[in-house]
């Protein structure tokens, strides 16, 4: 089989042993196939939000483009104001922001000047109203100010032709506004990543038809659904697919046809995995892991013609988890990201006791928040189960306890991944 991927996941993975692969061992054979799609697209800066930017964006314009006052108060020549006691200076124009000084500041001469203004010619400093005091047409300083304050000089923020923006950047609000201050209307952004997905399992039934007796309804489409375009990528839902070799392998081809990334639900823990596992070896190459990680155990990564392959396990909460901890990341440098940084993760204390058996991972779901005495903390959302969707909702952040880790007690500190920032 010809794939585009090398070297072999085959060769990659072989240094692990599959059946207790670490979640950094498991990222890191990832991390060897991340090569951004190619195609990118020039668009009006409004439609780049959330899109990564596919080139280094210059300025066109020194920024800020003239020297300009940054406070309200009286532009000044430095070498006018006396070493010690107040100085008296004739005023002799107002400028506003916006409006071009009407002559340069002659010696013993101030200016009334507002932020943002054009500094005038021959001034060199800007003393805030409250350090002066007008009589009439004359403005006493204070002493004790210093050359060149208040002054912001062209270029300052950024020089004419210095990168404003990096490729690879993905572009937030801040963005479409440093764009827009530089008067950019177009820029090149990488063509959004289209991902397929689909459910297995012959107990699904999907939102709008009645459940029949041991049948549930699907859910893990919707959260990937949500997962995936609250990042920004286009989404292929190809529904539930029938835990049935022919119905896998059409869904798995048409799939890798249309999308960059596959992925799936369901069907790959030990006795599922036996059943798909040479269906995928015929159509490409994939991986078969058990992660130390809990929820999540079961994984699976590869390769199906052009496409990548992430087959996550079928409980809910498992899916999400693995989708933050593998798919994420990689969708990301996909899509053209670089760098990819991982979540942030924060130490707080927890509150409630947390059962914990070392040798493995674990994403447990955890409520922080403020306390009265002005402490952030952590607790339990209770029941860990993985098939416990509730507890995702209820929750506002992972509690990642690490591998050796064994219980822990009431008041010890823990590391959490807050939902805000990776959702
Ligand atoms: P599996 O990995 O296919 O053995 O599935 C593990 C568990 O997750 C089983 O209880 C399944 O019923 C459940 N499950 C699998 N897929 C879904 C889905 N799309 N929505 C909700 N639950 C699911
Ligand atoms: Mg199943």
């Given at each position: 089989m010809n794939t585009p991927f090398s070297p072999s996941l085959a060769s990659c993975a072989d240094e692990y042993d599959p059946h207790s692969m670490t979640v950094e061992q498991a990222r890191s054979v990832i991390a060897h196939y991340l090569k951004p799609v190619a195609g990118t697209v020039r668009v009006p800066v409004r439609s780049a939000l959330n899109r990564v930017l596919a080139e280094d964006v210059l300025s066109p314009?020194?920024?800020?483009s003239h020297a300009n006052s940054a406070m309200d108060g009286y532009a000044v020549?430095?070498?006018?104001?006396?070493?010690s006691g107040e100085t008296a200076l004739a005023l002799s124009q107002t400028v506003l922001a916006g409006a071009v000084p009407s002559h340069p500041l002659g010696p013993g001469q101030t200016a009334r000047i507002m932020t943002g203004a054009m500094v005038p010619a021959g001034a060199d400093t800007v003393v805030m109203q409250e350090q002066a005091r007008r009589e009439g047409e004359q403005v006493w300083i204070a002493e004790g100010q210093h050359r060149a304050q208040h002054v912001r000089h062209p270029g300052e923020d950024l020089a004419k032709g210095?990168?404003?923006?990096?490729?690879g950047q993905k572009v937030h609000p801040a963005e479409l506004g440093l764009l827009a201050s530089l008067g950019i209307g177009e820029v090149l952004v990488y063509r959004p990543l289209r991902v397929a997905f689909f459910s297995t399992g012959d107990e699904l039934v999907s939102i709008g038809q009645p459940l029949g007796p041991g049948q549930i309804y699907d859910s893990n489409r919707y959260t990937l659904y949500g997962m995936l375009t609250e990042l920004g990528f286009d989404c292929l839902d190809l529904g539930v697919v029938r835990d049935h070799p022919v119905a896998l392998e059409n869904a798995f081809e048409e799939a890798s046809r249309m999308a960059d990334v596959v992925i799936t639900s369901g069907g790959v823990s030990v006795g599922d995995a036996d059943f798909i596992k040479p269906l995928l070896a015929r159509l490409g190459e994939t991986v078969f892991w058990k992660i130390a990680?809990?929820?999540?155990?079961p994984l699976a990564y590869g390769h199906l013609g052009n496409s990548h392959f992430f087959g996550l396990p079928g409980n809910p909460v498992a899916v999400m988890v693995t989708f933050y901890t593998f798919v994420r990341e990689a969708l990301l440098a996909l899509s053209g990201v670089s760098p990819v940084v991982p979540p942030a993760r924060l130490r707080v204390k927890t509150t409630t006791p947390l059962k914990k058996a070392p040798g493995r991972t674990e994403f447990q779901r955890g409520v922080v928040s403020l306390g009265a005495d002005g402490t952030w903390s952590v607790r339990s959302t209770g029941n860990q189960g993985s098939g416990i969707l509730r507890s995702m909702s209820e929750a506002n952040c992972f509690i990642v306890l690490p591998l050796e880790s064994g219980p822990v007690q009431a008041g010890a500190e823990v590391e959490v991944q807050l939902f805000e920032g990776i959702l």
């Open positions: 314009v020194d920024v800020p020549r430095f070498d006018d104001l006396a070493a210095m990168p404003a923006l990096r490729k990680m809990k929820p999540g155990r």
